[in-house]
């Protein structure tokens, strides 16, 4: 199933459809498609608001945005894939029984899923600017991702059973 249909679906049946993803062999190359996809989308939603940054105090879009780059597809990633090892790390000592491949995708999906939210926050903070939209924004963003991950990571450390 495509990646976008399995995004939409993921708001509706989390459970279902990260099982879905990680079935089968462990593929440490889709899994890093995964987390890219994520990063990718979710730096291309700055851009609108360091536009507007730009455009309201003078700022230097390109460096702006060559900052937001090297954040996103050099430091998160490798920043995703500790933070992936040490919420399995943690999981083991309280009784997780998934695998590290599993709790890695679980926090790249969780990315991926709430990533459409974060573009929608690149908007509001493009079009609209700073302030309570923004805010709200993107804390619905954060929440989205928080909320997935968590789900991910309880079915990846019951072993993809439940």
Known sequence: MSVVRDIARAY??????????????EREAQALALLFAACVLIFA??????????????ADFQ?????V?????????????AIGWVTHAIARVLGGKGTWFSARVALFWALLVASPL??????????????????????????AF???????????ERGMKS
């Open 12 to 25: 509706r049946f989390p459970r279902a459809v990260f099982r879905e993803r990680v079935r089968g062999a």
């Open 45 to 58: 939603s700055q851009a609108p608001g360091k536009q507007r940054l730009a455009l309201e105090t003078g």
């Open 63 to 67: 460096q702006e945005m060559g900052g």
């Open 69 to 81: 780059l090297f954040a996103w597809l050099f430091i998160v990633p490798l920043a995703a894939y």
């Open 118 to 143: 974060w573009l929608l926050n690149g908007l509001v903070q493009g079009f609209v600017g700073p302030g309570l939209q923004a805010d709200i924004m993107g804390a619905v963003a954060l929440m």
């Open 146 to 156: 928080l909320v997935h991950w968590v789900i991910n990571l309880s079915v990846a």
